[in-house]
């Protein structure tokens, strides 16, 4: 079945770009998501992007997506304390529309 | 944007009773919504998909008859866990698709925390 993998844990000092990575399987996704989740809190959907770009800025957040390597990427730039979260990355299952997610990356910025 | 509200917050209850969690869509038309389930340090699991005026379809693994969803109207879904058991303490997550939206968007609710004692 579909799967998603991201690693769990990024710590980065703030000022510092921090890049959190995934990979996905299924090929026939069109959407990928990043959903930002802060403690005790539902999902905030910070970007999106379609599965025919490449790039896709949006100020501070950057999302990268190599459809061949099935790689997709966020980038924060001049990470702040308050970018302190966990960060999911989901794709949007072709056949049955709902969102896969995976596991998290939790993102620690120290001061 | 659109929001998505869950009521209630959170929930404590005793072992064998019954407790209801709507999610609703506050300015938007939602003809799916989604429930998910989340335990602590995990990631999302979809329960299952719940469809207006419909029945749900549940995901493999989860009791539909413990899980009880209701899609009653374009703007309301409620969840059911019917006699609950403390290994059903977890965060309930809805989210539902605007029926409107291009890109398929899911908005998300802020999450259902129930604790069984």
């Known amino acids: 079945g579909e799967d998603v993998e991201q690693s769990l844990f990024l710590s980065v000092r703030e000022g510092d770009s921090s890049v959190i990575n995934c990979t996905y399987t299924?090929?026939?996704?069109?959407?990928l998501y990043w959903y930002k989740q802060e403690p005790g809190a539902g999902l905030q959907l910070l970007t999106y992007?379609?599965?025919?770009?490449d790039m896709k800025q949006d100020q501070r957040l950057t999302v990268l997506l190599n459809k061949k390597d099935k790689h997709l990427s966020l980038r924060i730039a001049d990470t702040q304390t308050g970018d302190s979260a966990i960060y999911f990355c989901a794709e949007k299952d072709g056949s049955q529309g709902n969102l896969i997610f995976g596991k998290g990356t939790k993102l620690s910025v120290k001061p | 944007g659109a929001v998505v509200s869950q009521h209630p917050s959170w929930v404590i209850c005793k072992s064998g009773t019954s407790v209801k969690i709507e999610c609703r869509s506050l300015d938007f038309q939602a003809t799916t919504m989604f429930w998910y389930r989340q335990f602590p340090k995990q990631s999302l699991m979809l329960m299952a998909t719940s469809n207006e005026g419909s029945k749900a379809t549940y995901e493999q693994g989860v009791e539909k008859d413990k899980f009880l969803i209701n899609h009653a109207s374009l703007t309301l879904s409620t969840l059911t866990v019917t006699s609950a058991h403390p290994e059903d303490s977890s965060f309930y997550i809805c989210?539902?698709?605007?029926?409107?939206?291009?890109?398929?968007?899911?908005?998300f609710g802020p999450g259902t925390r129930l604790t069984v004692l």
């Open positions: 989210s539902a698709r605007d029926r409107d939206s291009g890109y398929n968007e899911q908005f």
């Open positions: 992007i379609f599965s025919n770009m």
């Open positions: 299924d090929s026939s996704s069109t959407y």
